[in-house]
């Protein structure tokens, strides 16, 4: 009798062998082919275009000419020797560096003040996602009403003032690229404020209440355990709003167009106007020059910041 209960009975058998099968056909009926339209949609749309980006920056391609050309490094020689590349690169890099001072300062002081899960912080937190969402060229051009010199800033102040305000905040050579950075900044502080809020989340309460009950104040601990502690958030902001930023594109063009003199043109303006003057070759250099110089940037940048994690 017990033999016959240890023994599996031919129903058994089958019923193991059934879901056997139905386990493999399950493992070979995967969905893998519904990968395929993405995939050819980023063969098409990025890979074949990066190929030929590195392809074409080595031709005299433009629209003034039907046949295309093998330049060699012409043009990349006739770019730096200008010195106009160099400059837009350097701009470029100004305000990566600002916009990630900005989005990432407004972004820890937001995720500070409204930490405490309440009613009226989650409909703030709301509130400063909203930019988050909207159209970057909308937000650049809604800046650009606001900040001229007979736009509504200008109009508030000279009502609180009680004398007529006519400043340029958008027509300066030497500020404006802050301004347009705070305004970069603005559009994507609440996607940090909720990356910091989520590391905020992730600290023990335990070890807080320790250093509370050792003495240590409100910015003592946000010093040395709390900021400590959100490395992996910083990493994450930082590297996405430096790199980010130095894509940009929309809101500097909806705001100044890359004025007042070329002090705001970063590298994606100067390459969308040489682009429309039928200039394809150089713009596509352009391009080329900035995607190694994002690339350069980009592995250094996130190691210092995994290094720091790791220490921290």
Not at 4 to 29: E, G, I, N, Q, Y
Not at 190 to 196: E, K, V
Not at 241 to 261: K, R
Not at 266 to 283: D, M, P
Request: proline letters at 3%.
């Amino acid at each position: 009798m017990t033999a016959t209960l240890d023994r599996p009975t031919d129903t058994t058998r089958a019923l193991v062998t059934r879901k056997f099968v139905t386990d493999r056909r399950a493992k070979k009926d995967h969905p893998l082919w519904f990968l395929v339209p993405a995939l050819v949609v980023l063969v098409v749309f990025f890979f074949i275009p990066t190929l030929f980006n590195f392809v074409y920056a080595f031709t005299d391609w433009s629209s003034f000419k039907s046949e295309i050309g093998f330049v060699g490094a012409g043009n990349f020689v006739e770019l730096f020797s200008s010195g106009t590349l160099l400059g837009r690169l350097w701009i470029t890099i100004v305000y990566a560096v600002l916009v990630a001072v900005f989005q990432n300062l407004f972004g820890l002081i937001l995720a500070l003040l409204l930490e405490r899960d309440t009613r009226v912080n989650r409909a703030v937190r709301v509130a400063f996602f909203i930019p988050v969402i909207m159209s970057a060229l909308a937000v650049g051009y809604v800046f650009q009403a606001l900040l001229k010199p007979d736009g509504a800033l200008n109009g508030i102040l000279g009502f609180v003032f009680g004398r007529d305000i006519d400043i340029a905040w958008l027509g300066s050579t030497t500020w404006t690229i802050v301004v347009v950075a705070l305004i970069h900044s603005w559009k994507w502080m609440g996607l940090s404020m909720l990356i910091y809020l989520a590391g905020l989340k992730t600290i023990n309460e335990d070890v807080i209440e320790a250093a509370r009950l050792d003495g240590a104040g409100w910015w003592t601990t946000l010093r040395t355990i709390r900021f400590p502690l959100l490395a992996p958030a910083v990493t994450f902001n930082v590297a996405t709003s430096l790199l980010g930023s130095m894509n940009g594109f929309d809101i500097v063009q909806a705001t100044t167009a890359g004025g007042p003199g070329g002090t705001t043109e970063l590298v994606n303006i100067f390459i969308f106007r040489t682009f429309g003057q039928g200039l394809f070759a150089q713009a596509t250099t352009m391009s080329l020059v900035l995607f190694l110089m994002v690339m350069i940037l980009a592995f250094p940048v996130i190691r210092f910041l995994r290094k720091r994690e790791d220490v921290l």
